[in-house]
Every structure is written in C-alpha cells, then in structure tokens.
C-alpha cells in the first residue's frame, strides 16, 4: 500500500518560516513529477510548486520568490522551505507525487497557520 507522509506544518508567526516535507512508502511505478498543493477554508486547492525527475521546478505566483521546492524522485521524498510567511499562506498543504503510469498519489495533509 502507498502512502505519503508529511509532516512539518504548525503555527508561526508572519514573517517567519517553515519547512515541510513528505516521504512516500511502499511500491509504485517511477515518479515522474512531484508537487505541492494547498487548501484553504472554503478555497479550491492550489497547485504552489512542482518538481520533476529532470529537475525543473515550477511555481504559483502566489508564492514564487518564497518557496522553494526540492526533492528526490528516485527516493520519493519531497519538502518545501516557506520563507516570509504571511497569514494568506494559512491552509492545508499536500504533498502529490505522480507515477510513470499517471497514478497519483497524495498525502493525507499537513497543516500551517501563520498568525498576525
């Protein structure tokens, strides 16, 4: 069975930092690109950050400048350093990794609040 574990999220005040990261476990197909997602109350999901296995990174306006996306595909393992948090970064954040064969996979969710 698949799973993707995140951990690092928490409360920090505007201004600071965090870093998340996610793990996966147990047997899929190559991963191919990894991402990193958000969810607000009563918001759609947001895609913030991809990674792919070459190595290219993409981000959200909304945090380009701010976030750092890295990871390993081959080790499936992927974070994310937020800096200069503000308290629009407050949500729910989920890593999202995707196999060769186009399966998707998510983790269950971490969550960051960022005070004023």
């Known amino acids: 069975q698949v799973q993707l574990v995140e951990s690092g999220g928490g409360l920090v005040q505007t201004g600071g930092s965090l870093r998340l990261s996610c793990v996966a476990s147990?047997?899929?197909?190559?991963?191919?690109?990894m991402q990193w997602t958000r969810q607000a109350p009563g918001m759609q999901r947001e895609l913030i950050a991809t990674?792919?296995?070459?190595?290219?990174?993409n981000y959200a306006d909304s945090v380009k400048g701010r976030f750092t996306i890295s990871g390993d595909t081959t080790k499936k393992t992927v974070d994310l350093q937020m800096n200069s948090l503000t308290p629009e970064d407050t949500a729910t954040y989920y890593c999202k990794m995707i196999a060769n064969n186009s399966i998707a996979y998510w983790g269950q969710g971490t969550q960051v609040t960022v005070s004023s």
């Open positions: 990674i792919r296995a070459s190595g290219s990174t």
């Open positions: 147990g047997t899929f197909f190559g991963v191919t690109t």
